[in-house]
């Protein structure tokens, strides 16, 4: 089996011996180039410049035996003398490179030649000799022997040129041989290269895109597929497992399959006989399973569409929950679905959950109405309310006779009243006041449960309305020797509120405050713009309240344990939150014990 490391290995192998053959090539013709420069520039080149300086010297050598005859005696031997010297230094580097066939015999002819020219130069020069006579003797001997000489150092000259021209020639056909041979050797690599990419191409690319293609169909569910596995390499046994995968794939989607329609079967079996109404919705409105009291109530059967059933709140819920992607009720402002069924009526508190999909997590399959049977909590809130308004109204009466009485026993209208008896009655006005603001709150809160009261909305301004709710408290701060300031920008936008309701607000918290906050402490109400709000809160430096009582201190008669009983029965704060959500606001609270608490509320900005 060739592997595919193997088919890299004889690709890579391929490329890699013939570059090593270039460079072998590459070298052994630049070593031979270069013999052939040093032939050129060692060998030939040195006889070329002995047989010129030999010639040179001769010619100097011959003017001087002439200068001898002008009457430059002297300077004439000078001269012949010193070109002597130099033409025996260039016959003996002639004679020690000697490269061409017949050459040795023309240098040493020259030896010969110049040794007798020696000795006819000194019986021309013989100053003892006349002039006609040298003169004869140089014409008739030494002329010859220096045209014989300058001849055969000629002859060397051209056989040493002409030698070094065949070099030369050799020399270029060995580069054009180097550049050609390259030129094919690179044609030979590049084809190899082209080769090997195409195989490789063959080999190793189209087998993983068929992986990558068959990997994304399975990515999408495809899962009936299978790869060619004739290959006997790493690919051909990845396709083999990749194969394998994929009917074991096949195989536990079809085990999961099974279960699935089981569990739905039973699912639904199940589902529908739940008692409360609940429905399943697609992201379309259509209902996909539903409990048989859901289609009886509301005629949810599983096809039906949400905009055919008759119900606006139904698909304002829904739209909701696709829009904002989570959860939602209809229990924020306790509004329940009143119903009327098999001769009863009953109230539902719906709820909305979306069912997520799975990828990504913030997308949603569908969404899940869930009906809350909420009547006997209605029933027990009507009581409550029932309860609390005729307590309430039925005290007031005898509460109104009693108050009267106590003010008339004061006021000494039946006779005068001794100091003990003064104290009494004081006390019983101060504790009949206390019933009569209890009284008022119940009757309050009773009233803005029930949605009966009214709220008298107008543009307000901020800063101005938080002045006028802490002006009653100015005195009273005063006297216990606490702090109080309206931080309040003049700047901010005006609200839209009830007034009377929120000098309530104000009232209920600026008491509490003051309440809490000894001698030397401050107390400060802010505001500030918070998105499309005014966010109102106040401030103070007194005891704090505990972690664990911070979630139900708008409960409905939660007080905080330690308080004294005159600080009330734990309305105030419940009040404050029904009045700041009756104007679509929020109410919250912040406390570090020791340290002091804040208290804020948001209220709507008026469009302009």
């Not at 025996?88 to 015999?105: F, Q, S, V, Y």
């Not at 060995?174 to 590049?190: D, K, P, Q, V």
């Not at 201190?553 to 308080?563: A, T």
């Amino acid at each position: 089996m060739i592997g595919i490391r193997q088919k890299l290995v004889l690709g890579f192998g391929g490329l890699l011996l013939i570059v090593a053959g270039m460079g072998i090539l590459t070298i052994r013709q630049i070593d031979t180039l270069g013999e052939a420069i040093d032939v050129i520039l060692k060998q030939n080149y040195r006889s070329v410049v002995a047989c010129q300086e030999m010639t040179e010297s001769l010619e100097r050598i011959d003017s001087g035996v002439l200068f001898t005859f002008a009457g430059h005696y002297e300077d004439g031997i000078r001269n012949i003398r010193q070109h002597e010297r130099h033409f025996e230094k260039a016959l003996h580097t002639e004679l020690d490179n000697i490269t061409l066939p017949g050459e040795h015999e023309k240098a040493m002819r020259i030896s010969s030649l110049f040794r007798r020219y020696s000795t006819v130069i000194d019986k021309v020069t013989d100053p003892q000799r006349p002039l006609l006579e040298r003169q004869q003797y140089y014409f008739s001997t030494l002329l010859p022997l220096f045209r014989e000489i300058k001849q055969h150092a000629g002859y060397i000259l051209d056989m040493n040129q002409a030698n070094m021209n065949e070099a030369n020639d050799n020399a270029r056909k060995m580069a054009a041989s180097a550049h050609n041979t390259m030129l094919a050797a690179i044609a030979a690599s590049a084809l190899l290269a082209i080769l090997f990419s195409f195989q490789s191409n063959r080999w190793i690319l189209m087998p993983i895109r068929k992986l990558i293609v068959s990997a994304q169909e399975i990515s999408k569910g495809n899962l009936d597929l299978s790869l060619d596995t004739s290959s006997n390499d790493e690919i051909g046994q990845l396709s083999r497992s990749f194969n394998e995968m994929a009917t074991t794939l096949r195989r536990i989607r079809k085990a999961d399959s099974q279960i699935l329609l089981r569990t739905r079967k039973t699912l639904q079996d199940v589902f529908r006989t739940l008692p409360l109404p609940v429905a399943v919705f697609d992201p379309d409105g259509l209902v996909e399973i539903a409990t048989e009291s859901a289609e009886r109530y509301f005629g949810m059967k599983p096809g039906s569409n949400v905009h055919d059933l008759g119900y606006p709140w139904m698909e304002e819920l829904l739209a909701g929950t696709f829009r904002k992607g989570s959860g939602a009720d209809s229990g924020k402002n306790k509004s329940f679905i009143q119903h009327f069924a098999d001769n009863r009526e009953i109230f539902f508190q719906p709820t909305i959950v979306p069912i997520p999909s799975g990828h990504p997590a913030e997308e949603s399959s569908g969404t899940a109405l869930i009906f809350r049977d909420v009547t006997q909590v209605h029933e027990q809130l009507e009581l409550k309310r029932s309860v609390i308004a005729t307590v309430s109204h039925q005290l007031r009466t005898p509460l109104t006779a009693l108050r009267m009485s106590i003010h008339l026993l004061l006021e000494e209208h039946t006779g005068h009243l001794n100091g003990q008896q003064a104290d009494l009655l004081l006390a019983a006005r101060e504790e009949s006041e206390r019933l009569v603001h209890i009284l008022d709150d119940l009757l309050d809160i009773n009233r803005i449960e029930s949605g009966k009261a009214h709220l008298d909305l107008s543009a307000l301004s901020p800063c101005r309305i938080g002045a006028e709710g802490m002006e009653p408290f100015l005195l009273p701060c005063r006297d216990q020797g606490v702090s109080i300031r309206n931080t309040i920008p003049e700047t901010l936008p005006d609200i839209v509120a009830d007034r009377e309701s929120l000098m309530h607000v104000f009232a209920n918290l600026l008491s509490n405050a003051l309440r809490f906050t000894s001698a030397g402490g401050s107390i400060t109400l802010n505001a500030c713009e918070d998105d499309g709000n005014i966010r109102f809160s106040i401030e103070d430096t007194g005891t704090g309240i505990d972690a664990e009582h911070m979630e139900h201190l708008f409960e409905p008669f939660y007080r905080v344990p330690g308080q004294r009983e005159k600080n009330g029965i734990g309305l105030g704060l419940s009040i404050v939150k029904e009045i700041v959500e009756a104007h679509g606001g929020s109410v919250d609270a912040e406390s570090t014990p020791g340290k002091g608490s804040r208290f804020s509320f948001n209220l709507p900005i008026r469009n302009t």
